[in-house]
Nanobody, 127 residues
Framework: QVQLVESGGGLVQAGGSLRLSCAAS?????????MGWFRQAPGKEREFAAA????????NYADSVRGRFTISRDNTKNTLYLQMNSLKPEDTAVYYC???????????????????WGQGTQVTVSS
């Protein structure tokens, strides 16, 4: 079992930056887990933003955030990060982190790839 808690959301102007964190806790650390960030805007389905392999060597991004967002992890701190730069109003959403045992298959870009989810943190980008 892994418990995930997101933080770092808030209100920011377009063009600004935010850094989200996802603290993991449980019986084991996150070093064997692939992890990802998803987001859900009002009235829309939850969508993939970024994912990272257990080792951190492999990253994957949605086209909508590639070049602006960077996913990273610190396995010694059991923490996942999402650095978001050049934010746009359309980035406004609740951001969720997710985890699953890394079996080295696929890009971990689908909701059904993940077993554990956090409660989410709100990011609002004003124009």
């Amino acid at each position: 079992q892994v418990q995930l808690v997101e933080s770092g959301g808030g209100l920011v102007q377009a063009g600004g930056s935010l850094r989200l964190s996802c603290a993991a806790s449980g019986r084991t650390g996150i070093s064997s887990y692939a992890m990802g960030w998803f987001r859900q805007a009002p009235g829309k389905e939850r969508e993939f933003a970024a994912a990272i392999s257990a080792s951190g060597r492999s990253e994957n991004y949605a086209d909508s955030v590639r070049g602006r967002f960077t996913i990273s992890r610190d396995n010694t701190k059991n923490t996942l990060y999402l650095q978001m730069n050049s934010l746009k109003p359309e980035d406004t959403a609740v951001y969720y982190c997710a985890a699953t045992v890394d079996r080295r298959r696929g890009t971990y870009s689908q909701i059904y790839d993940y077993d554990y989810w956090g409660q989410g943190t709100q990011v609002t980008v004003s124009s």
